[in-house]
């Protein structure tokens, strides 16, 4: 496993795509020819995409061989295990009840929507990690020990304390009736006992990252506007952290939206 956070980074970049998780998936069985891998993901981006898993040190290409490296056998061996152990773990989780719902201030962002808090009983601790995949859109933070879950306009936040914190709601009903049903997605899941099923790809269009950029074409990230940074966040040719903008409060929520939005692309 690779030690050096360039590396690692190098890792996690090419992981992050769709498209070369589907080769790496593709190479777990044997080597393959680039024909073959051409055939799956298309020949027009073939290249490109081999480059960066040969850049991370997961596969290799001998003439027109792609096979797996000893560390992308590693890589995957790691994740499989990995998910064992997310099975063993989900199956001592005990149902929860959410409680004292409160509806708080107008949003900061949007002053016509409103905010409102709540409490997980028993708090999901460590469980939370393993909740990620139950919602198409969520991001589970280790550092923060919280999951944000995106539905529509809608971003809940549950942290492993058992605070919730829901916001772009209409009213206090809209709340309860999101707070109903995640509890009701948690403990079916719960219920059966096993860890949920891979979260299905969710699409992201390049208009919806476009609108939750601040839409200021102030080019502090060295781009000409909003426009040109989405198609670059798009093709994940540019980090989210040069929009230097959404770092400010009245972006927080555009922010947060994009972090989940993110994780798809
Ligand atoms: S820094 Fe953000 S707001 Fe400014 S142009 Fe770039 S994407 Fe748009």
Do not use: W
């Not at 073939?46 to 040190?57: C, K, M, Y």
């Not at 509806?103 to 469980?127: E, H």
């Not at 309860?176 to 719960?190: C, G, M, R, Y």
Request: net charge positive; aromatic share 6%; glycine share 6%.
């Amino acid at each position: 496993m690779p030690e050096n956070p360039n590396e690692t980074k190098l890792v996690n970049f090419a992981m992050a795509n769709s498209t070369r998780r589907k080769i790496i998936n593709f190479l777990e069985n044997g080597s393959r020819s680039t024909g073959e891998i051409g055939e799956i993901i298309g020949e027009a981006t073939l290249d490109f995409h081999l480059r960066i898993l040969q850049q991370a040190g997961l596969a290799e290409l001998e003439e027109e061989t792609v096979k797996l490296s000893e560390y992308g056998k590693k890589f995957l061996k790691n994740k499989t295990g990995k998910a064992e152990e997310r099975t063993a773990d989900f199956s001592q989780a005990r149902p929860v009840e959410i409680v004292e719902i409160r509806q708080l201030s107008p949003c900061i962002v949007d002053s016509s929507k409103l905010r409102a808090s709540a409490n997980m009983v028993p708090p999901p601790g460590g469980i939370l990690k393993l909740l990620e995949p139950l919602f198409p859109r969520s991001n589970y933070s280790d550092g923060k020990n919280s999951l944000i879950i995106q539905k529509g306009e809608i971003i809940t936040t549950i942290y492993g304390s058992g605070k919730i914190s829901i916001r772009m709601i209409k009213n206090e009903n809209e709340a309860k009736e999101e707070l109903e049903s995640l509890k009701s997605t948690i403990n079916a899941a719960i219920a059966k006992g096993v860890a949920p099923a891979p979260r299905k790809k969710v699409r992201v269009e390049l208009m919806e990252l476009y609108k939750y950029l601040p839409q200021t074409n102030c080019g502090k990230c060295g781009e000409q506007g909003c426009y040109s940074f989405a198609i670059k966040l798009m093709a994940r040719q540019i980090a989210l952290d040069r929009c230097t903008l959404l770092k400010e409060p009245e972006y927080a929520n555009n922010q947060e939206q994009l972090q989940v939005l993110a994780d798809y692309i």
